[in-house]
């Protein structure tokens, strides 16, 4: 064979390695993920680390690179995912039903929304100073509240459950609209008498403020819960366990949102596929985490959405068997 034909094979030879090992068909800018999460103290901050950390392990296979944004959370997460600002973000299963048909707040309908799966569920969470005497959502009435601030999936549901007790922020003496990581130190200077939290078990904010003053996790339930629930399916049931925040010793009932990842269906299916494979592929591993996620199951990781999976996580599931 003449030298050059040898040089040329040898050459093709080299660029087609990382086509047949690899396949990696995503456009150069998608090496980088950005995942959007909430605030610090929250649980999406955290889960979207281990999300990023499994990815990354796996480096040397795909390319990629996750990194995770602190974020006001659910709502600015689906905006900035249509708006091709985030790589992928964590969103409330019922703010990802009203970013989807644009409604509650949403002007437009997304139907570019993909989910890639569903995580834990999520309980609406209502905290108070032990003074100011609230041991129910009614006891809200003439109090200082945070509602939650814009942005949040938090403060979404909090003024839909608001409508079914007729109460709009006038109701209360005074409704402010920090951060999450703002609000278990305002409660205990006493800035305000409660805050509402919908997030997963146990977090940093809550933790704060049961060991930083005395408070409690106050129970949301009643006839006007139950009407709520009738109307709005995708809010499950959900139960604080007693112990787990110093000052709550009893189970307390609420209900809540599933916490969900999503991405544009712009998004190449290897990226969206290597995605979720990192993380089923460690599963037992992502689990330990977070103690959020200690009792994930996969197969609930396909329930509670309403926007379509990506069809790169499709492709997964149907290679793992958890989808036909
Ligand atoms: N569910 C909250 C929201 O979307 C965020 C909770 C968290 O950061 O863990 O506003």
């Known amino acids: 064979m003449n030298i050059f034909k040898k040089v040329a094979i040898v050459v093709t030879g ?30 999406y901050y955290p889960v979207g680390g281990a999300i990023c950390r499994l990815v990354n392990k796996n480096r040397k296979e795909h390319g990629l690179r996750c990194t995770v944004e602190s ?44 989910v890639l799966f569903s995580l834990y569920a999520e309980a609406f969470t209502l905290v108070a100073r032990d ?8 006891d809200l ?30 109701t209360f003496s005074l409704a402010t609209d920090l951060k999450p990581a703002e609000m278990a130190g305002a409660l205990c200077d006493n800035k305000i008498d409660a805050y509402v939290y919908v997030v997963g078990h146990p977090n940093g904010s809550i933790k704060e403020a049961a060991t930083t003053c005395n408070s409690h996790v106050v129970p949301v339930e009643g006839a006007e819960v139950d009407t709520f629930l009738k109307k709005y ?38 990226v969206a596929y290597e995605t979720v494979k990192a993380v089923f592929e460690n599963f037992d591993e992502f689990k330990k985490l977070h103690p959020a996620l200690e009792t994930l199951t996969k197969e609930e990781m396909l329930t509670g959405n309403t926007a379509p999976f990506h069809p790169g996580a499709i492709k997964y599931f149907k290679e793992a068997g958890l989808m036909k």
């Open 14 to 43: 080299l660029l087609m390695l990382p086509i047949a090992f690899n396949a990696p068909s995503y456009a150069a800018d998608e090496d980088f993920i950005t995942i959007g999460t909430g605030g610090i103290t929250g649980v």
């Open 141 to 170: 009435v003439g109090k200082r509240v945070n509602i939650g601030d814009p942005g949040s999936g938090n403060r979404s549901t909090m003024l839909l459950l608001m409508n079914e007790y007729k109460f709009t922020p006038k």
């Open 71 to 114: 974020t006001g959370a659910s709502v600015f997460n689906a905006n900035a995912i249509g708006a091709g600002d985030l790589t992928m973000g964590i969103v409330q299963s019922d703010t990802q039903y009203y970013a989807y048909e644009g409604k509650e707040g949403f002007a437009k309908a997304n139907k570019d929304l993909r």
């Open 233 to 270: 399916a995708f809010y499950p049931k959900a139960t604080i366990p007693a112990g787990m925040y110093k000052g709550t010793d009893k189970n307390v009932n609420t209900f809540g949102p599933r916490a969900t990842i999503m991405a544009s269906s712009k998004l190449s299916d290897t």
């Open 131 to 138: 003074d100011a005497k609230i041991n129910s959502f009614k």
